[in-house]
């Protein structure tokens, strides 16, 4: 029997109790035993904490397990089946594994965080639920580790624990917690982490002050902060993320009417809330004053929600300190300053935070660097396509085909593809239900997302080469790659990475009434010929005939996507034997299916069915679904309907350029 100690959290001081256990650790933690539970239903993802000391002087009024039950009951009455704990440390609860089993038995995932002392086999074998667990590592070395808890003992105590998972084959996620005082071994820290498991993550890379407001303790963690550019370093931005979180943020919120007040746009699009360890619900885990608490315990979960943290929305309003300040800085897209951690800081909601303001300007240079360094634009069919990449990308990355389709910026209609070279774990990951599979791909779709895996002939499969996820519309792609080698060497023919941008770009032009035809295309006095035939028809052939007297767009794949006016042929960077490509664009006059000939004549094609047919034979598909082809056909059917198509019968004396050069001037604009 040993003695373990623990922080309790007050409104007015911090203090440690101890006690007996029947865990044989020493521990001498500065924890919260803490739960948070979190709810999904179908329009919003709601996360609940529950904090929940265990001093024998608050024990009475904290919330016992029959409480808790109560609280997800009703959770899940409201289509709750997602639940998330974390601490502090929740094993700290003596009925941690029956508070566990209860939340995750009828869930269809949860999240766990731990700092990993407190596992036991028993545990560990209860964590084989599928869930994400993350333990966090505070050193990579006992030394500096157990300086860090201030508990001699805890470095070897999480390794132990990092064993009886790895026993039980309960996968988990180690959690770097970067400080002043172990940043000096974070490159060891992050090797350690690699060789404890596949997955690992940052944990916050700067520290807010205690919620209790102890002036010592807050002193200690001002002098474990991190410096600002440390934060950046260990903290990167995701620039692309924020881009999308600001564009859904301008559609969600009411800004035009709640500007005025500081939790209006939060709690507008409020995902969560929390509850303290005697009951007390809020939207946030930093705000203590009881008036920004609803009591579960005289009241029910469902009002709480809907209608008390609606109610504080209109709590705080901005007052001149913060218009001043925060509220007219230009570094606010790069700053992470909240009201909340504003409080923390000053006990004011509106006052600035001078730390916050370093890491805001190291962070606006993060950026800066990036969208010089890291990201590139191209843009094809009307559609911009932004490329990043965790590593620098330079003119060499890509083959200088593309140089024809790049552009300075984003354009009306944007996209993105992201290089990660991070590889993910998939031995204990659920990928959903696989839909197709035939080398090089094996396809899933999982939460709308489609995963496809690289794969190899071998019959079972484990070691996967790449991994390409793409959203639902194939507007957002994350390509995982295994190492860098193919990346730094340079040169590559495709944006993603992959086998072909087709991947992509297919289902992409289907959302965007376009579709891609194996073809030969050139525009020719201001107007777009087609010429469409399988490999060695002639469209290489045909496209170096007309050089010098028409603008060669591609002699392989062609775009043709419908426009206010008719059809448009666009170029791409798919060329076949010639490697004369352009960005141009030219209105559709005719589609040309191509016959080798001794002479040189065009055959109009009246049999919409025929021409129908004979087009589907020259669509160049990806990886197709029943909801691509109902968006797909009526393009194709359209396409017949109001684009002249022929048979050109052609030879190689070059004669075919007059005869089109006549049907050009056939042609109205």
């Avoid at 922080?7 to 933690?29: A, C, D, G, S």
């Avoid at 001043?324 to 009201?339: A, E, I, M, V």
């Avoid at 010429?531 to 469209?539: D, E, R, T």
Wanted: hydrophobic content about 35%.
């Amino acid at each position: 029997m040993s003695y373990k100690a623990f922080m309790l959290e007050t409104q007015e001081k911090t203090e440690y109790f101890e006690f007996k256990k029947i865990y044989n650790l020493p521990l001498r933690l500065p924890l919260k035993g803490e739960f948070e539970l979190t709810y999904r239903c179908n329009n919003n993802c709601l996360h609940c904490w529950l904090k929940i000391p265990l001093s024998a002087a608050e024990e009475k009024k904290e919330l016992s397990f029959e409480e808790i039950k109560k609280i997800a009951d009703e959770a899940r009455k409201m289509g709750c089946r997602s639940w998330s704990i974390t601490g502090g440390e929740p094993m700290l609860r003596p009925d941690f594994m029956e508070i566990f089993d209860y939340l995750t038995s009828n869930s269809t995932s949860y999240s766990l965080n731990t700092n990993g002392t407190l596992i036991t086999p028993g545990i560990a074998r209860l964590l084989r639920r599928k869930g994400t667990k993350m333990v966090a590592l505070y050193g990579a070395t006992a030394a500096v580790h157990d300086h860090i808890t201030r508990n001699p003992g805890s470095f070897e105590a999480t390794m132990k624990g990092f064993t009886y998972l790895k026993e039980a084959s309960a996968g988990f996620t180690v959690q770097l917690i970067p400080m002043r005082d172990n940043y000096h071994q974070f490159k060891d820290m992050l090797r350690l982490a690699q060789s404890l498991s596949k997955q690992y993550r940052i944990g916050a890379a700067w520290l807010r002050l205690s919620a209790c407001g102890d002036a010592e303790k807050n002193r200690e963690i001002i002098n474990q902060r991190l410096a600002p550019e440390c934060v950046v370093e260990v903290d990167k931005p995701d620039l692309s993320y924020e881009e999308w979180a600001d564009k859904e943020q301008s559609y969600n919120c009411e800004n035009s009417s709640q500007e005025d007040y500081l939790f209006a746009s939060c709690i507008a699009r409020r995902h969560e809330f929390y509850i303290d360890p005697y009951g007390k619900m809020s939207f946030c885990s930093f705000i203590k004053e009881p008036t920004f608490r609803y009591d579960l315990r005289n009241g029910s979960f469902k009002e709480g929600w809907e209608d008390f943290i609606p109610s504080l929305a209109k709590k705080v309003k901005a007052n001149q300190e913060y218009r001043d300040n925060c509220g007219s800085c230009d570094l606010s897209r790069s700053c992470r300053w909240c009201p909340v951690y504003s409080y923390l800081e000053h006990r004011r909601f509106t006052a600035r935070v001078d730390y916050l303001c370093q890491v805001a300007k190291e962070n606006r240079k993060f950026k800066k660097n990036w969208q010089k360094n890291h990201r590139r634009y191209f843009r094809i069919a009307k559609t911009t396509i932004q490329v990043e990449s965790d590593l620098p990308i330079t003119d060499f990355t890509f083959h200088p085909k593309f140089r024809k389709f790049e552009v300075g910026s984003r354009g009306e209609d944007t996209v993105s593809i992201r290089h990660r070279f991070l590889f993910p774990d998939l031995e204990s990951k659920d990928l959903g239900t696989e839909v197709y599979r035939r080398i090089p791909w094996a396809v899933y779709k999982k939460d709308g997302a489609w995963i496809y895996v690289g794969i190899e002939p071998e019959p079972v499969v484990t070691n996967y080469r790449q991994i390409v996820i793409f959203n639902k519309d194939y507007t957002s792609t994350n390509v995982y790659h295994k190492n860098e080698e193919r990346f730094l060497k340079g040169d590559n023919h495709s944006l993603s990475l992959t086998t072909t941008d087709q991947l992509f770009l297919v289902p992409l032009l289907a959302d965007r009434n376009g579709c891609i035809l194996h073809s030969c295309g050139v525009g020719m006095d201001g107007k777009g010929l087609l010429f469409a035939g399988n490999s060695g028809a002639g469209k290489s052939t045909i496209a170096r005939l007309l050089k010098g007297k028409a603008e060669i767009l591609c002699d392989d794949r062609i775009i043709v996507k419908k426009e206010t006016r008719g059809f448009n042929i666009y170029g791409t960077w798919s060329h076949g034997e010639v490697e004369d490509i352009s960005n141009s664009s030219f209105p559709l006059k005719g589609i040309f299916f191509l016959e080798k000939s001794e002479k040189n004549y065009l055959l109009p094609l009246k049999d919409k069915k025929e021409v129908m047919v004979r087009l589907l034979a020259r669509l160049v598909k990806s990886f197709v679904t029943a909801q691509w082809w109902a968006k797909t056909i009526p393009i194709i059917i359209k396409i017949s309907d109001e684009v002249p198509c022929y048979s050109l019968c052609f030879d190689k004396s070059g004669q075919v350029a007059g005869l089109l050069e006549e049907f050009c001037l056939g042609q109205k604009k």
